[in-house]
Nanobody, 117 residues
Framework: QVQLVESGGGLVQPGGSLRLSCAAS????????MSWYRQAPGKERELVAT????????NYADSVKGRFTISRDNAKNTVYLQMNSLKPEDTAVYYC??????????WGQGTQVTVSS
């Protein structure tokens, strides 16, 4: 069964850090580019970060640049999002996605990140 399962979300104070994980199963994620998205209530889902299938190139939204780092461990079939210096505006449900080109993308169920004092 094809699955992407996010974990690592939770409640954190402003300035704190979290590391999200996205574990893939049922397919080999290493052959796909991977992305993290987030969606806050009342807002559109936005792209946070992307990483190529080999992990050699990354891109970030301006709002998280310098604070978040996307990485992958293809041996573990897992993608990570290290989030530092978190702000209340980072509060959202975070989703990972496998970019399958012309085919239907794979999405995880999401993990809640809440940044609040």
């Amino acid at each position: 069964q094809v699955q992407l399962v996010e974990s690592g979300g939770g409640l954190v104070q402003p300035g704190g850090s979290l590391r999200l994980s996205c574990a893939a199963s049922g397919f080999t994620a290493s052959i796909y580019g991977m992305s993290w998205y987030r969606q806050a209530p009342g807002k559109e889902r936005e792209l946070v970060a992307t990483i190529t299938y080999a992990g050699g190139s990354t891109n970030y939204a301006d709002s998280v640049k310098g604070r978040f780092t996307i990485s992958r461990d293809n041996a573990k079939n897992t993608v990570y999002l290290q989030m530092n210096s978190l702000k209340p505006e980072d509060t959202a449900v975070y989703y990972c996605k496998a970019d399958r080109g012309w085919r239907r993308d794979f999405w995880g169920q999401g993990t809640q990140v809440t940044v609040s004092s």
